[in-house]
């Protein structure tokens, strides 16, 4: 019989990309990029108990289609903190609901290594300063350093680079995910690969532009450089931009990381109605509303 000894309840919020640069594959077979990540108010629960007795970690997922065995972000992160702590391993149930959709490009999964890192760094008194955190981070997977700030950041190298950016936006943002299809980050490296030609955003305008609350200016600088592999090579993706495109005129939709999500800035008195139309002439998606969390 399992002796509780300490639940906790965390929210690990998702994130888009605003913006996102793509260079060429290193000898190692990874990329650097250059990216503005931001935190938005769309959050996966997890319950997470941590037991007196040692042993392993046990995970629960309301999304069925996502493992939850080795294969989960979540294992690996409990894993790699127990080596490097080590610490012995204390048996922890976690029981995750997903709200963040899979294969977005909205950071899901790297948001709940994130958070599960932080709670197991704070519940084992502190093991890691903040820099030493996301250090480890990385060694989990490339978006999770991000979240250990989990604050508006220029986010470059492989991941590793997280830089804190003033982030006045007051719109508000509607996400468009795809039902019957995703996008795997394979897949959208591997289109990016064989471009010929790339278009790349200007993060020194798109800073200055965050900094000043200028959306309209700040649309003007997106760029996406795995969306335009994608749009090369997957009819769906590309049905899907050109829909949104002919739904509600006027407007820019931007590609989050790998996609398949887009998204699209909105204000207070355009808001309900561009989510109306959407959700009217836009077959087989999830409409979210949500904000940048600042």
Not at 27 to 39: E, K, L, Q, V
């Amino acid at each position: 019989m399992r002796i509780s000894l300490n639940k906790y309840k965390i929210f690990s919020n998702a994130k888009i990309n605003i913006g996102l640069n793509v260079f060429q594959k290193e000898s190692d077979g990874y990329h650097n990029i250059d990216s503005i990540m931001a935190p938005i108010d769309l959050s996966d629960e997890m319950d997470v108990t941590f037991y007196s007795d040692l042993g392993d970690l046990k995970i629960e997922c309301s999304d069925k289609s996502i493992p939850t065995d080795e294969r989960n972000i979540l294992y690996k992160t409990y894993k790699i903190f127990f080596e490097e702590s080590k610490k012995e391993k204390e048996k922890i149930d976690i029981i995750l609901k997903k709200n963040i959709p899979s294969e977005a490009g909205l950071g899901g999964g790297s948001s709940n290594a994130g958070f599960f890192l932080k709670l197991l760094n704070k519940h084992y008194g502190n093991v890691y300063n903040e820099k030493e955190l996301e250090k480890l981070a990385m060694r989990v997977g490339s978006d999770v350093p991000f979240f250990i700030k989990n604050k508006t950041a220029r986010v470059g190298g492989k991941g590793n680079r997280v830089d804190l950016v003033e982030n006045n936006l007051k719109d508000s943002i509607i996400l468009i995910k795809p039902l019957d299809f995703g996008v795997s980050t394979k897949e959208a490296y591997e289109s990016f690969d064989n471009l010929k030609e790339v278009k790349y955003a200007d993060f020194d305008k798109i800073i200055k532009n965050l900094k000043e609350g200028n959306r309209i200016a700040l649309e003007s600088n997106i760029e996406n450089s795995l969306e335009q592999g994608i749009l090369e090579t997957d009819t769906n993706i590309k049905m899907l931009k050109m829909t949104l495109n002919s739904v509600v005129s006027g407007k820019k939709f931007f590609m989050s990381g790998s996609g398949s999500t887009y998204y699209t800035f909105v204000t207070e008195l355009e808001k309900s109605q561009i989510e109306t139309r959407l959700k009217t002439f836009v077959d087989n998606v999830k409409i979210i509303i949500c904000k940048t969390i600042n």
